[in-house]
């Protein structure tokens, strides 16, 4: 099929001899290939369209076809269509017989339903299939046909909610059994339904009654109910009025599409897309079209074009089944035409543009299918896009525009707005073309254009729409000032290339803000053009989110997003673009604009008054016709016949006399003229005035200095005065802000109503006529519009919950898995896991888990272990190149390879970071760019990153932690991955192969993906809702403000922007200022349709409007404005004849141009020249070299500017003001230069600027840098010399080259005019004002002495300077100090009070009485005492610092703080010592154990004497940590786990240790069915179980408790807020902690080791919980709480093995009796306690409760410890009665003292013994540790605890001890 469509194609044009077979040949193949189109589109498609569109571009344009050979062949081929159309039906219909026709389309095959609205698909209960056997008045009775039981119900008919439709038996329905007897909150739905054409008739006007409130809920009736609409559709023959019933329907819906955009047109999308496949679409229609429509006009016609139309928006993929009923209406528009004139005329005829018409939407059909849209060469300029396609974005073109026809009219309005709209379209889109170009050619210059790299960072949602912040990197170029950099401007278009090599999907937005903080972190934020994307802004951000961080290196599997910046600024282009593709509909001045004919006058100057005392003495003025008030200013209504005033009618108070004018008619103008009438104005300007009044395009050309601006203020006032003017204010249009400003501030003298629209004025004046403050003005507090904008705020609280869905919609991960994988899916990936790697492990572990879990229980437990989890899924997933592979994602090679090959150069340029651009650059770009009021005003660069102002953070990174995920690709727009061929259904997701996995998980991730769209396409609706409905209200406020005007001025960038708004005042009369600077195009689009009125001022002789694009100016014209093409072609014109501004001579300059212009000589009189100048005019002529910057094309020349700061130099010397000094260029290079070397100067008031921007401006002294010295270039302009010879009205000065200038006539003639009056010269004129006869060189001075005598009687003798303007003297005279009689020299000028006297003294300090030097000038009490300091610290060293400052503290103490140096020196070597010790024994022990057999076993330990310490010791522990007060615990039996391989793995840990230690016991409680994989797996058994330690307290229960006893290595632990940070903390590169404690919220710490291994099982034991009797028995913390404060009691506890009733005194003394034996260790049997007594001191135990309170508030270790601590009897009397003492010990005698002053004490007793063997005791405390130490002194090693604080330490115990005897065998 596809070779045959291939020989069709090439048969096409060589077989159509004509047009008319042309069309019958496309529209043929068309339809015979419709369904080869999905397998060929990209040949079928191309050249088809290609084809039709050249065709149709034909028949439009050349209305001179012969319609009549054009009928017949249409027709023939149209019946033969729908004859194979019917017989290919009555085919299908005999196949699909006993179907049901309710559920097939007409074309036999399935058809898709169509969505439903919300409720009325998948309900919640399953729904019952039932047929009519029954109808009465109310109720229809229903036998069920699927049901079990057959029992007939019934329904209330009321409950069956179809307009029109009533039942018969034999209908079918379905409905809810259970809901019968309810209130039907589901409503039967008719299934199966058969109606007469009566009835359908009476359904279709059901239908149009409801869509004619409301469309929307037609067609929602449609869809809730799709049996009668199904029945009707399916239709083969329908009677005429059923089809024109039908046709209203969807005429209806059509409209709908016309009024949403693309983005809220699913539902009709749908509709249209299965109504066009449907019986009464392919054949019902075109036969209704045939026989029934016979006007192109129509009722019916216009439905059927409202559906073609329809079908094209929003379902275009079906345009090719349209082809027969368009070639229907086809033949009907000729009929017509040709029954009612011949074919020559047909291009005046409506129907011929009807026509044209319908093959517009024909060939945007074509036009919207794929393979083709890049293609817009056979678009009309109105069907356009606003931003370049594809091909004109990286495919270079010739120039094929229009060229503006300056002296011939246009052959009509769509040529005229063809040619300005395209010409404005390619120069808004040449360099960012030309850059993106240059680039992919590897040939692009970064000064041309600015290239980034860009990634997202986060939304913002504000007040003015949705904006993305963006990451960016910019490419290519070394630092950048952003302060002066023109590049990332608000407003400026940007270019996203989503591939990064511009040849796929590009995405268009805009600069929403400028921040140059957030600039310098590379920050952007920008503004999505949605209507411009292929993709949907959703789409868009995730394109965004999936590109590699800007910071990641290339390389071939980076996802680089590239980012251009077009260098034209789009804001000055954009709304000029929209607002021409609007103009077709109406167009002003018509006869001036595009037949260059000169029309009447405007309409309300005919017959109309006017003051003309504006222009002309009022004395000298004849009587007025009458007096009256100003029209505007107090709403006098007039009797425009009789000219009367009607003064009661007006609505203010009685004006007062001042207020009246009076009034003369229009057209006394003529006779005041000729009678000589005294006026302010001279001839030439009143022939402009006359002008004004006399067309309806006035044109007044103004060369420089005659008052142009002038001349507009004052037709505006003459206008103003004029009771005819018509309704609406004046609209003043400049190029220039300032400008706008100085126009504005003249009218405020005669009108106070005057409204300023823009943020760019400079002029306080105008500050409260802005049109933001006269709207927030008008609308005060708007309740509805604060309730808008509190939606506003609550919108970006729901964005801020979305973005956080935005990350994972490019994330797999665990728990994405989880949500869609079923639970055998999930258990089969562990089952059958592969059996190799890390996996496989992992997958055995968990499986043996769940085996024994419950499915909750199993899911519960993966959910707590994700991380183990993810290893498993890990070997399952595709990698990233499969998954790109599977979602057609292109590669990126071919971007890196191009950004590689830029960024060489980066490195090259990093050393220059100039200014790309100076001040003045950005001042241009801020005066033209209209910065958004909201941004600016609510955003400011510190706001923008704040969540409470609607910024939604996008975290692009992966997930850190054991947790796996990968990235997954955004699929390409025609994949469709929402069912995977039933993979989801799969148990064993091994079974997969690598493109399948791929499949699947794209699968799950577009559910994902689909989710988060609709909330954010959600989001986005609302918000544009709310932003139209926001700025609704605010355009109505402007309206209402701009109304009541009577002057409105805005710049034409403005207009632009501010169209609407301009259409909705529409203002009749337009004034335009600069006209000749401004672009036809953009004054044209501004152009309001009612205009009666344009007024344009200018010189077409000075500058020309701005064009990006040389080629266009060259070859188009398109630079000529419309102001000179209307001269230029021959329209009546004024010309202003007399200069107001320049001396006489400079008039020479510009004779050439302006052969008849004069000079009013009273006005120019007193323009003197500077005095220190011989001449008013020079040429300074040089050849110095010029050059450019490696950061700018743009031209300097150094040397010049040496010159003309030396001139200026000179000038600010002899006294010239710098505010009458303008320095002008016509560089910016060279601008850029001159401004560094005036700020070095450190003068301020010199006004610098480049040529062009200077145009309208004047100063007294003129300084003109020309700076070329190699070609002319832009210089060869005679615009450009004429604007830069006529800004002085003193001082004229060029430096150039003069040879090179002469090479320009219009130069030369300027050289010929200064070297006639001798100007010309190579050393620039300067002159003494005060000796004139002396020679002076430019950068001298007159040599001449001054011999003035100064005020002091002193002469002057200073070289010679500006009269009166004499420099200090600088004689030396003596001088006596007042105060101190000292003698001195001093400068005659200098001050006295200046003067200081510097004779040294000598002088006493009156604390110390130390002495010192000083002077005499000086004061005692600025200085301070410089000896040292003989006092002595408390710690018995001499104070380190001077005398006159107070002693140091102790901690600031040298000699104190070096000690402590050398005791932590010592600490930390003894602590790496024992470090070493520990690791030493435990290799040692791996040694030694290496072979012994291997052993794992559990073996019991039975209670005996040997054993009982063990006993005792794990009771008090678990007694220690269980929490119930009134039961305790006790151990059953005890199983010692012997496990060889664990205990060498242990000891391993232990080697592999930050900082090896003695282990701990931590318990951890389980049941007994775990103690076997306890045993095995050790603390990996418990992943998330918390260990226990002695003293912490926890519940346990009553029976069956299990506990295990581990020995854990704590090492070096460090403290950590969660769990994720430490474990990231234990897996990064180097290990810094062996463990970590972590606070949960209920102030528990939790232990975590590195590694598990770190922890050995070493005893399980069996407990049980027994309750006891408390009645007695008090908590140890609170004995001592009884006792009166100072008192204390020592009592002997009861030694018993079984608890008695004295049950506390028993486990007090086990619990000293234990702790005295297990801390001796080995030597334990040498021992035993004979005796315990206990201590209870109040006063000791509440010191020690607050010392633990405060080491709690600041943040240190609470924990308890016991410590032994030896000594004599009566020491440990004194101890228990007043505690220990601090620095009792002295450190120079005593060995116990090396530590530093403090309590010392050992956890082990041995320590304690040595100290108190004569008395066989020793006391046993309870401990708040302090700073431990290691004492190698008593052959083992012993940890010494040194204790600072008396309340870190409370005496517990006095424990007895003697020796066991032994007996010796003999």
């Known amino acids: 099929m596809n070779d045959e469509i291939r020989d069709s194609l090439r048969r096409l044009l060589p077989e159509a001899p004509n047009i008319e077979d042309l069309v019958a040949k496309i529209c043929d193949i068309c339809m015979e290939h419709t369904n080869c189109f999905k397998n060929d589109e990209a040949l079928t498609m191309k050249t088809l369209g290609k084809a039709c569109c050249k065709m149709i571009d034909k028949l439009i344009k050349d209305p001179k076809f012969n319609a009549r050979h054009l009928l017949p062949i249409l027709k023939k081929h149209a019946q033969n269509v729908a004859r194979e159309k019917e017989s290919a039906q009555s085919t299908a219909n005999e196949t699909t017989s006993g179907k049901s026709s309710g559920e097939r389309g007409g074309n036999g ?248 018409e319908t093959l517009g939407v024909m060939k945007s059909l074509i036009l919207s299918m794929g393979g083709i849209e890049d293609n817009i060469e056979g678009l009309d300029w109105h069907e356009l896009p606003l931003v370049p396609s594809r091909r004109e974005l990286t495919f270079s073109k010739a120039n094929n525009f229009p060229v503006v026809r300056v002296k011939e009219a246009y052959e009509s309005e769509d040529e005229y707005l063809d040619t300005y709209f395209r010409l404005l379209r390619g120069d808004c889109f040449f360099e960012l073309s030309t850059g993106v170009q240059n680039f992919l050619n590897g040939t692009l210059d970064k000064r041309d254009m600015a290239l980034y790299r860009v990634s997202i960072d986060g939304i913002q949602i504000t007040s003015s729409g949705m904006a993305l912040s963006l990451r960016f990197e910019v490419l290519g170029k070394g630092s950048i000032n952003w302060k002066f950099s023109n590049l990332l401007m608000f407003g400026n278009l940007l270019c996203l290339s989503l591939r990064g090599d511009f040849q796929a999907e590009h995405v268009w937005a805009t600069v929403a803000h400028r921040s140059e903080d957030l600039l310098k972190k590379g920050i952007i934020f920008v503004t999505l053009l949605s209507a411009s994307n292929r993709l949907t802004d959703y789409e868009v951000i995730l394109e965004l989110q999936s590109a590699d961080p800007v910071s990641t290196p290339y390389n071939k599997a980076t996802k680089v997003i590239i980012m251009a910046e077009s260098p034209t600024y789009y804001r000055a282009y954009g709304p000029v673009l929209r607002c021409l593709q609007t103009k077709s509909d109406g167009l002003p001045f018509v006869d001036e604009l595009v037949k260059l004919q000169s029309k009447s006058r405007p309409s309300y100057f005919r017959r109309g008054l006017c003051d003309w005392s504006v222009i002309f003495d009022k004395q000298s003025l004849p009587a007025p016709v009458s007096g009256s008030t100003s029209q505007r200013r107090h709403h006098v209504s007039y009797d425009m016949m009789g000219y009367e005033d009607d003064f009661e009618e007006c609505e203010d108070d009685e004006p007062s006399e001042e207020d009246r004018r009076s009034l003369w008619r229009v ?342 993906q689909d989710e988060v769209n609709a909330s954010f396409t959600e989001i986005v609706k609302k918000q544009d809702q709310l932003l139209e409905e926001i700025r609704d209200l605010e355009s109505s406020a402007d309206a209402n403000v701009i109304k009541n005007a009577d002057i409105v001025g805005m710049t034409t960038t403005g207009a632009a922007i501010h169209a609407l708004l301009i259409n909705k005042v529409a203002p009749s009369i337009i004034l335009v200022e600069e006209a000749a600077e401004i672009l036809e195009s953009q004054l044209l689009a501004v152009l309001p349709e009612n205009a009666e009125h344009l007024i344009m001022i200018g010189d077409h002789q000075q500058l020309r409007p701005q064009v990006q694009s040389y080629d266009l100016i060259r070859h188009n014209n398109f630079d000529i404005s419309m102001f000179e093409r209307l001269i230029r072609g021959g329209l009546p014109y004024a010309q202003l004849e007399y200069q107001c501004r320049m001396r006489e001579e400079f008039v020479e300059l510009i004779r050439s141009l302006y052969p008849n212009l004069k000079t009013h000589h009273q006005l120019v009189a007193g323009n003197q020249r500077p005095l220190c100048i011989a001449k008013s005019m020079y040429f300074l002529d040089h050849f110095s070299k010029e050059d450019s910057s490696s950061h700018s094309r743009s031209r300097r020349n150094l040397d010049e500017v040496d010159l003309v700061i030396r001139v200026l130099e000179w000038l600010l010397r002899e006294g010239q003001n710098p505010e009458r000094v303008t320095i002008l260029t016509t560089y910016r290079g060279q601008l850029s230069e001159i401004k560094k070397k005036i700020k070095a100067m450190k003068v301020e008031g010199v006004k610098t600027s480049t040529v062009d921007r200077y145009q309208g401006d004047e100063n007294d002294i003129i300084l003109v840098s020309l700076v070329r010295q190699d070609k002319l270039g832009f210089l060869r302009a005679s615009n450009r010399m004429c604007v830069a010879a006529s800004r002085a009205r003193c001082g ?60 002091c009687g002193h002469t002057c003798r200073a070289s010679c300077h500006p009269t009166g303007v004499h420099p200090l003297c600088k004689q030396n005279v003596d001088f006596k100090f007042p105060l101190c009689g000292h003698s001195t020299k001093k400068i005659c000028s200098a001050p006295e009070e200046k003067l200081h006297c510097s004779v040294l003294v000598f002088d006493r300090h009156e604390k110390c009485s130390h002495t010192f030097q000083r002077k005499c000038s000086r004061l005692r009490s600025e200085f301070s005492c410089t000896e040292r300091c003989i006092k002595l610290l408390s710690c018995g060293h001499p104070c380190p610092l001077t005398c006159s400052k107070p002693c140091a503290s102790v901690d600031e103490c040298p000699v104190c703080f070096e000690i402590q140096r050398i005791e932590r020196e010592k600490e930390a070597e003894m602590l790496r010592k024992l470090e070493m010790q520990h690791r030493k024994s435990a290799e040692e022990e791996l040694a030694r154990l290496k072979d012994t057999p291997v052993e794992a076993t559990l073996k019991p330990v039975e209670w005996s004497s040997e054993n009982g310490d063990l006993f005792a010791e794990i009771q008090d522990q678990l007694n220690s940590i269980h929490e119930s007060q009134s039961s305790e615990v006790r151990v059953e039996r005890i199983l010692h786990a012997v496990n060889l391989k664990a205990h060498q793995s242990w000891l391993k840990a232990k080697t592999r240790m930050v900082s090896p230690s003695d282990p701990v016991h931590r318990y951890v409680m389980c049941s007994e069915d775990e103690i076997d994989a306890a045993f095995r797996a050790g603390l990996n058994a418990f992943p998330a179980t918390r260990l226990l330690k002695p003293g912490e307290k ?273």
């Open 109 to 356: 095959k399935s058809k898709a339903k169509l969505p439903l609205p919300s409720g009325a698909g998948s309900p919640k209960k399953e729904r019952t299939r039932g047929k009519v056997v029954g109808v009465s008045n109310d109720f229809i009775y229903i036998e069920p046909l699927d049901a079990a039981t057959k029992q007939r119900v019934s329904i209330k008919k009321s409950q069956l909610n179809v307009p029109g439709i009533s039942l018969h038996v034999g209908n079918e329905l379905t409905y809810i059994p259970s809901a019968i007897k309810d209130t039907w909150a589901h409503a039967p739905e008719l299934v199966k339904v058969r109606l007469n054409e009566e009835e359908m008739q009476t359904y279709l006007d059901a239908l149009v009654d409801i869509g004619e409130e409301r469309e929307l809920d037609m067609l929602s009736q449609i869809q809730s109910c799709r049996s009668p609409w199904d029945f009707i559709c399916d239709r083969e023959q329908l009677r005429p009025s059923v089809v024109s019933s039908l046709l209203r329907v969807v005429k209806l819906l059509a409209l709908v599409t016309k009024k949403i955009s693309l983005r809220g047109s699913e539902r009709l999308a749908g509709f249209f897309d299965e109504f066009a496949q449907t019986n009464v679409a392919l054949v019902v229609l075109p036969h209704f079209v045939k026989r029934n429509i016979v006007t192109y006009d129509s009722e019916e016609a216009i439905a059927v074009r409202a559906y073609i139309e329809a079908v094209a928006k929003v379902a275009p993929v079906q345009f090719l089944r349209l082809i027969s009923l368009m070639k229907r209406l086809l033949f009907i528009a000729h009929l017509n035409d040709y029954s009612r004139q011949t074919s020559n005329s047909m291009l005046e005829s409506n129907s011929w543009n009807s026509v044209k």
């Open 667 to 1008: 057209d006394l103008l003529d006779s005041l003229i000729a009678a000589g009438v005294k006026t302010t104005l001279d001839h030439s300007q009143l022939a402009g005035i006359k002008t004004a009044i006399s067309n309806r395009i006035a044109l007044i050309q103004g060369p420089p200095g005659t008052g142009k601006s002038y001349i507009g203020v004052k037709l505006v006032e003459l206008i103003l005065s004029m009771p005819s003017k018509p309704e609406g204010p004046i609209l003043v249009l400049t190029y220039k802000n300032h400008s706008l400003d100085q126009f504005l501030e003249d009218c405020l003298r005669f009108c106070d109503d005057i409204v300023r629209i823009g943020g760019r004025s400079q002029n306080e004046k105008l500050d409260e006529k802005n049109l933001a403050h006269l709207r927030n003005k008008f609308m005060g507090r708007n309740n509805r519009l604060g309730d808008l904008r509190q939606q506003m705020r609550s919108l970006k609280t729901e964005l801020n919950k979305t973005s956080k869905s935005l990350r994972n919609c490019r994330i797999f991960d665990v728990e994405a898995f989880f949500k869609f994988a079923s639970w055998s899916q999930i258990c089969c990936l562990l089952e059958f896991c592969p059996k190799q790697g890390k996996a496989h492990k992992i997958a055995a572990d968990l499986r043996k888990i769940l085996n024994s879990l419950s499915q909750s229980d199993g899911r519960d437990f993966l959910e707590k272990n994700l991380s183990k989890y993810s290893d498993v899924l890990r070997a399952w997933v595709p990698s990233s190149s499969e998954l790109n592979a599977a979602a057609n994602v292109p590669s990126t090679s071919s971007c890196v390879a191009l950004l590689k090959g830029y960024s060489d150069e980066k490195q090259k340029e990093e050393k220059e970071a100039d200014d790309d651009t100076n001040q003045d650059d950005v001042e241009e770009i801020e005066e033209q760019r209209f910065l958004s009021h909201d941004f600016e005003s609510r955003l400011k660069a510190g706001q923008w990153r704040n969540q409470g102002d609607g910024f939604a953070f996008i975290d692009t990174r992966r997930p850190s932690g054991f947790q796996f995920s990968t990235s997954v690709p955004l699929p390409s727009r025609d994949s469709n991955f929402s069912n995977p061929l039933g993979y989801d259904k799969v148990d064993n997701l091994w079974e997969l192969s690598v493109s399948d996995r791929a499949q699947l998980v794209l699968s799950w991730q577009s559910k994902i």
């Open 1292 to 1351: 004229n000065y060029f430096f150039g080259n003069a040879e090179l200038l002469a090479t320009d006539p219009f130069w030369t003639e300027l050289l010929f005019a200064m070297k006639e009056k001798g100007c010309v010269g190579t050393e620039f004129p300067i002159v003494c004002p005060r000796h004139p006869g002396r020679p002076i060189k430019l950068g001298s001075q007159c040599a001449a002495i001054c011999p003035a005598l100064l005020d």
């Open 1594 to 1866: 926890s519940q346990l229960s009553s029976s069956g408790n299990v506990m295990l006893r581990f020995k854990v290595l704590k090492g070096k632990t460090g403290r950590f807020d969660s769990l994720q940070n430490a474990r990231s903390t234990f897996r990064g590169g180097k290990a810094k902690f062996d463990s970590g404690i972590i606070s949960n919220p209920q102030g528990k710490e939790n232990l975590i080791l590195r590694e598990n291994d770190l922890a050995l099982l070493d005893y399980v034991a069996y407990i049980g919980v027994v309750l006891v009797q408390r009645d007695k028995a008090r908590p140890i913390t609170e004995l001592g709480m009884t006792l009166a404060e100072g008192h204390y009691e020592i009592r002997n506890l009861e030694c018993s093995r079984s608890l008695g009733q004295n049950r506390l005194d028993q486990l007090l003394y086990r619990e000293a009796e234990s702790q005295f034996l297990r801390m001796l260790g080995k030597n334990a049997g040498k021992y035993e306690v004979s005796q315990v007594e206990y201590i209870d001191n109040g006063r000791l135990n509440l010191m020690f409760k607050e010392t633990k309170e405060a080491f709690a508030k600041s943040g240190k270790s609470t924990d308890e410890v016991f410590a032994f601590h030896g000594t004599n009897e009566d020491a440990i009397q004194g101890i228990a009665a007043e505690g220990f003492k601090i620095g009792g010990v002295d450190t120079q005698k005593r060995h116990g003292a090396v530590y530093g002053i403090g309590v010392y004490t050992a956890e082990d007793p041995s320590v304690a013994m040595r100290y108190s063997k004569r008395v066989h005791k020793v006391l046993l405390a309870r401990v708040i540790p302090g700073q431990l130490y290691l004492d190698f002194n008593y052959g083992a090693t012993n940890e010494i605890l040194v204790l600072k604080s008396k309340g870190q330490i409370v005496p517990q115990y006095i424990v007895h001890y003697t020796e066991r005897v032994t007996e010796t065998s003999e």
